[in-house]
């Protein structure tokens, strides 16, 4: 339920009096996360010099206070930009003027990927209380696309995220 945390302790939990914007709560728990590009190189030949491969570049979570070793997050184009979480959030604020509150976020797969859930309207069905969520699943992997779903299961972590999106189709 709101405000209660997950029984692993994974993700961030906001208390119910607290309406505050999805890019503060990802600010929160991705502010010192820093995703940069760098050039790729390439030894093609045993004992040879390195060669740069153009038209490459290779994404980089740079060490934060909780993950003090980078983490290769993949290669792509050099048409790539970088970009931050917060930033990227910042799409999803006016959702929740007082309406969809941010009930959780967090940082998945060493900072690739980025989650912040908005609780929806509760209902109910001959009396049985049901609930929906708005997850907001955020990415700067190469390769995988931002993704907001309507779903019944609050995200809290990566197997939370998973059926989220199973249950969201």
């Not at 060669?51 to 934060?64: H, K, N, Y």
């Not at 690739?112 to 049901?130: I, K, P, Q």
Request: charged share 20%; aromatic share 8%; glycine share 8%.
């Amino acid at each position: 339920s709101r405000s209660q945390p997950a029984w692993h302790g994974l993700g961030t939990i906001f208390p119910a009096e607290e309406d505050i914007p999805p890019s503060d709560a990802v600010k929160r728990v991705a502010g010192d996360v820093r995703i940069v590009a760098r050039p790729v190189y390439c030894e093609l030949e045993p004992g040879k010099p390195t060669v740069r491969m153009t038209g490459s570049q290779a994404i980089v979570r740079l060490p934060t206070v909780d993950a003090p070793e980078p983490e290769f997050l993949g290669v792509t184009t050099e048409r790539w930009i970088a970009t931050s979480y917060p930033e990227l959030a910042r799409a999803l604020d006016h959702l929740n003027h007082g309406v969809y509150k941010v009930e959780t976020a967090g940082l998945l797969r060493g900072g690739a990927n980025c989650f912040v859930t908005l609780r929806g309207e509760d209902w109910d069905v001959l009396g049985d209380e049901m609930r929906t969520y708005f997850a907001a699943c955020l990415s700067l992997e190469p390769g995988v696309g931002h993704r907001v779903l309507h779903t019944p299961v609050r995200v809290v972590c990566w197997n939370t995220q998973v059926m989220a999106e199973a249950q969201s189709g």
